[in-house]
């Protein structure tokens, strides 16, 4: 079956819902989530979003503090239009009804969280992603130029090579017309057809074993570029969170947010002692991969399985009231954080790299734009600031909403596609070689390739990636399309590229840390 939009989103987070919002007055918008709408990477989100607020904070300081972060590889000109940006895209938000905490001053209750020299987070209690996503679908389903499509999910985007068509020199002679989608409640395969096509498909941390994203954070849309060869950068830049909740029984792991840090939390040895201050003279509130390392050191070091952290000097009434969730979280498991410490260690949480874009989030493939997570936008660099990234993804999405409006009247659906051919056999039997798979690309992702890297290491990663790569390309080839061999395939895919792209660079910087190269090495 073919289906036909003006702007095809793959992605319902804050990159897709706010995109199509601002697409839907100029055409008709379809929206492809692979699961619910609300299971996001952006529903998870705790800490909150970054923007200039009041003084003494400044656009100069936000971008300084980026700029630190991003240790020497931001893109200065993305760096500047996400932070100027930024307050005209909060306001934006706030238009669609989402609630931020204020004071009783009437002001917004800025946080603060690691690398940040000025308190700029706005946040909604505990839970700002999931305040963001309830205020967005609420708008999208609300409006009737956008059919959403939940359960669909996209299997490869639709491209032809070679046309003769480069509109700017840096990008390729490629062309996207929309995307192959699994109606997974009916098993067909859609051609959907369409003039331009958002990836918003969001990040890759279930392709490691310990992560704080939901499992649905695999990669697809950079896989789907990387296949159709449009050029993807940077994907050696893994932000691991220092603190998730210890908690070996759950994946993803529960985060216990920075900005419980940033409230005065102290991470501790298991006797008590306080050790961030022999890595950083900034302690606790160091950039996050600074302390990541240092957890993970310490843990190695000592052979304990987690850290703790602590918040107990903090008044009771302060922690319950800023960090509601946390605290039930904590308590369902026996810990009252008010009087005991909370066990924490480092987890896969964000991807700075992803399919380059450029400042209108275009693309290399001509027609196809790409927001939000699963994008290098250069805001990012070697590393990224707390809470840049939710911030990141409304301003890109404005700016892809307002190229594609102005692009769309000169856009012909290509109605020579074929639809999907599949004849695959493998039966569903076969599931136990996905999910074996499965387990050892995580395995192998968070062994070798984690916070700590080494030549031998990645090489060990490569070597043993490959065997799963030819074996589940020739399973591919003969199953039934699903999501879950889809997935395999994808996380696959981006456990090479962020290998390859870790091998080739030939330094420790941001958060590639490579002890064969101790030149930047701390410790
Ligand atoms: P997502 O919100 O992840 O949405 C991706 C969408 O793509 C989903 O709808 C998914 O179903 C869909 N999709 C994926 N593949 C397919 C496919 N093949 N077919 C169809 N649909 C597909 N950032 C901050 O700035 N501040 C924070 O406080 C913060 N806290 C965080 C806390 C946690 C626990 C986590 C995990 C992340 C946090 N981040 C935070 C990061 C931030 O939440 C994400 O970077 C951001 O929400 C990504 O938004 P997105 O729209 O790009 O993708
Ligand atoms: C957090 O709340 O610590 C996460 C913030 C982020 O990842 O930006």
């Known amino acids: 079956m073919k289906k036909e939009f003006d702007f095809l989103i793959i992605g319902s987070g804050i990159a897709g819902l706010s995109y199509a919002l601002k697409v839907a007055a100029y055409g008709k918008v379809g929206l492809v989530s692979k699961t619910v709408l609300d299971e996001t990477n952006t529903a998870y989100a705790q800490g909150g979003i970054s923007s200039v607020t009041y003084e003494p904070d400044s656009f100069k300081k936000h971008v300084h503090d980026t700029l630190i972060a991003g240790d020497g590889l931001c893109n200065v000109h993305a760096v500047d239009k996400v932070v100027s940006n930024a307050p005209e895209q909060i306001n934006q938000l706030l238009s669609w009804g989402i609630n931020f905490d204020k004071n009783k001053d009437g002001k917004f209750d800025l946080h603060r969280e690691g690398g940040h020299s000025e308190h700029r987070i706005l946040h909604h209690k505990d839970n700002t992603g999931a305040e963001i996503q309830r205020a967005l679908i609420k708008e999208v389903r609300g409006h009737s130029n956008i059919t959403l499509m939940e359960h669909h999910f996209a299997v490869e985007i639709i491209t032809q090579h070679h046309l003769g068509r480069v509109t700017e020199p840096w990008m390729q002679d490629i062309e996207c017309y929309g995307a192959y989608v699994l109606n997974k409640k009916t098993g067909e395969i859609l051609t959907i057809l369409a003039k331009t096509t958002l990836m918003a498909t969001g990040g890759i941390g279930s392709v490691y074993q310990t992560t704080t994203n939901p499992l649905i954070a695999t990669g697809d849309g950079i896989a789907m570029v990387f296949r159709a060869k449009g050029i993807i950068e940077n994907m050696e830049f893994v932000q691991f969170h220092p603190t998730s909740l210890y908690n070996l029984s759950e994946r993803p792991s529960f985060l216990i947010t920075e900005a419980m840090r940033g409230f005065g939390g102290i991470l501790k040895r298991n006797n008590g002692e306080e050790f961030m201050h022999e890595y950083d003279e900034r302690g606790c509130l160091a950039p996050r991969d600074i302390v990541a390392r240092a957890i993970d050191n310490e843990l190695k070091n000592r052979g304990d399985e987690f850290v703790y952290l602590d918040v107990t000097h903090k008044p009771a009434e302060e922690i319950r009231q800023h960090f509601p969730n946390i605290y039930k979280k904590c308590l369902s498991f026996g810990i009252d954080i008010t009087k005991q410490m909370i066990p924490v260690v480092p987890a896969a949480h964000y991807l700075c790299g992803g399919i380059k874009v450029d400042l209108k989030a275009r693309s290399s493939i001509q027609q196809l ?69 499965n387990k050892e690309v995580e395995q192998i992702m968070s062994k070798y390739v984690g916070i700590v890297r080494s030549n031998i290491r990645l090489t060990r990663a490569y070597d043993r990636l490959e065997v799963l790569h030819r074996e589940t390309e020739t399973l591919y080839q003969n199953s039934k399309v699903s999501q879950k061999i889809c997935e395999l395939r994808n996380k696959i895919n981006v456990g090479y590229l962020i290998i390859k792209m870790a091998r080739k660079r030939k330094e420790s910087r941001g958060l590639h840390y490579n002890v064969d190269f101790p030149d930047k090495l701390m410790y």
């Open 369 to 437: 734009y790409a927001v939000g997570e699963c994008s290098s936008t250069g805001l990012h660099g070697a590393n990224r600031l707390a809470s840049n990234s939710l911030i990141e993804a409304v301003v890109f999405a404005d700016a892809a909403a307002q190229d594609a409006i102005s692009v769309i009247k000169n856009i012909e659906l290509n109605h020579k596609i074929p639809d999907w051919n599949d004849d695959g056999t493998v039966n569903p039997e076969e599931m136990i070689l996905i999910t074996q798979s």
